[in-house]
C-alpha cells in the first residue's frame, strides 16, 4: 500500500536525479541489483550482462563472481551453490578498460543485455573512474542497444546529494539504494525513464515484488537525513573538505613512517591501499598487503578509531564528524604507522 511519505520520497529522488522518471522502492541493495538487472534482461530480451572485477552489487547469483566487498576479503573467487549455467551469463572485465569491454561486446554481440558499474568502485576500496570511462560504457551500450545499470549503494548521495552527477545524460536504467543515509533502516530503491519502468509489473510483464517495500520507518529515515542536512547547512561540501584533510594528512603519515602506500579518494570516500603501485583495479587491489591493512586497523581500533575492518573497503567521512574528529584520527594514524613501521624494521 502506497503512503503519502513513499511518495514524497520519490519526488524528492527524482527532482534530485533527473533522468530517474519513475522509481520502485525494495527493501535491500541486493533486491534492487537484482531487479534492475531483471528489468534490463526483460527490455532487451538478452541474457548476458557485464561486471567489473571487484565490484560488488549484492548477494544474488548473477554478481558473485570475481566480487568485493567480503568475497574479496575472504578471497572466494566462486561461490559454491551459484549454478555454473547461471555464472556462464556473468561476464567478468577488469574495472577502468574499456578496450576489454568492446572485445566483450564483440565476442557477444547481440546477446548483452547490460552492463553493471559502481560510478565510483567501493568494494575493492576506493577506486575512481579513470577520465572518459563512464562515458565510454554509455557509448558502448547505447550503440549496442544494452542498457547501463549505475550501482550506487555506496556512492548515493555521499559523494554529492546528486548522485553521479555528471553522468545524467546516461539516461538508461540507474539503482541506488539508501544505505548511505537511513541510519540502518533498511530501504533501497531501482528507477529510470518512465519507457523502462513501465515494463515492471504490474504496468509490464516483468515481475517484481516485496512484502516490505515501501515501508514507512524506512522511507521516513531516507527522506529526513537528507532534509535536516540541507536545514542544518551541513553536506556534502564540509563532508569534502573533512575528507581531503584526512587523506592530506595521513599521506603526510605513511611518508613519515616510511610506509608505501597509495591513498585513493574521492568525495568523502577514501581507502588507503598499502601497496607502492597505483590501484586502477581489481588486480592492482590485490597486490596490497593485506596484512600490514589488519595491523594498522588494529592499532587504530586500539586508540579508538574504527576503520572499515577489510583492505577492500572503503572508509567514509559523514555529517556528523567535525574537525576534531579529524585531528584525533590523524593523531592515532601517527602512533599506529610508527608503531607498524617499528615492527617492520624487527
Known amino acids: 500500500m502506497t503512503t503519502e511519505l513513499e511518495v514524497e520520497l520519490a519526488t524528492f529522488i527524482t527532482r ?19 531487479s534492475a538487472v531483471r528489468l534490463a534482461r526483460g527490455v ?32 572466494i573467487a566462486e561461490c559454491p551453490g551459484v549454478p ?20 566483450v561486446f564483440l565476442q557477444h554481440k ?17 577506486v575512481p573512474p579513470q577520465t572518459g570511462f563512464l562515458k565510454g560504457l554509455h557509448e558502448i551500450t ?33 539503482r541506488h539504494s539508501g544505505k548511505s543515509s537511513v541510519a540502518g533502516v533498511p530501504v533501497a530503491a531501482y528507477g529510470g525513464r518512465a519507457e523502462l519502468m513501465d515494463h515492471v509489473a ?53 611518508a613519515d613512517a616510511g610506509i608505501p602506500a597509495q591513498i585513493n579518494a574521492i568525495g568523502s570516500l577514501s581507502t588507503v591501499f598499502f601497496t607502492p603501485g597505483p590501484v586502477r583495479n581489481y588486480a592492482d587491489a590485490k597486490r596490497s598487503d593485506t596484512k600490514r591493512y589488519a595491523k594498522f586497523f588494529r592499532e587504530m581500533l586500539d586508540r579508538g578509531v574504527f576503520l572499515a575492518p577489510s583492505q577492500f573497503e572503503a572508509a567514509f567521512v559523514s555529517a556528523a564528524h567535525t574537525s576534531q574528529d579529524i585531528d584525533r584520527t590523524l593523531a592515532a594514524a601517527h602512533e599506529s604507522l610508527q608503531t607498524i613501521s617499528s615492527d617492520s624494521a624487527v
Open 110 to 126: 547481440d546477446k548483452i543485455a547490460a552492463i553493471i558499474v559502481e560510478p565510483i568502485a567501493a568494494n575493492m576500496g576506493v
Open 16 to 34: 534530485a536525479i533527473p533522468f530517474i522518471e519513475k522509481i520502485r522502492f525494495v527493501s535491500s541493495g541486493t533486491e534492487a541489483t537484482m
Open 84 to 103: 555454473a549455467a547461471l555464472a556462464a551469463l556473468t561476464l567478468n572485465v577488469a574495472y577502468n578498460d574499456l578496450h576489454a569491454v568492446e572485445r
Open 142 to 174: 547505447k550503440k549496442n542497444g544494452a542498457l547501463l545499470i549505475v550501482d550506487e549503494v555506496i556512492t548515493g548521495f555521499v559523494c554529492t546529494m546528486v548522485p553521479c552527477r555528471n553522468f545524467w545524460e546516461s539516461k538508461r536504467i540507474s
Open 202 to 254: 504490474p504496468l509490464g510483464p516483468v515481475y517484481q515484488a516485496g512484502h516490505a517495500r515501501g515501508k514507512p520507518a524506512g522511507d521516513e529515515g531516507w527522506y529526513c537525513c537528507p532534509q535536516t542536512a540541507r536545514k542544518a547547512g551541513v553536506g556534502t561540501r564540509k563532508m569534502t573538505q573533512l575528507a581531503r584533510r584526512l587523506v592530506f594528512g595521513l599521506r603526510a603519515e605513511l
Open 44 to 75: 532487451t530480451k538478452r541474457n548476458f550482462i557485464v561486471k567489473f572485477e571487484g565490484c560488488y552489487h549484492g548477494h544474488a547469483d548473477s554478481f558473485l563472481s570475481q566480487a568485493g566487498s567480503g568475497l574479496a576479503t575472504l578471497g
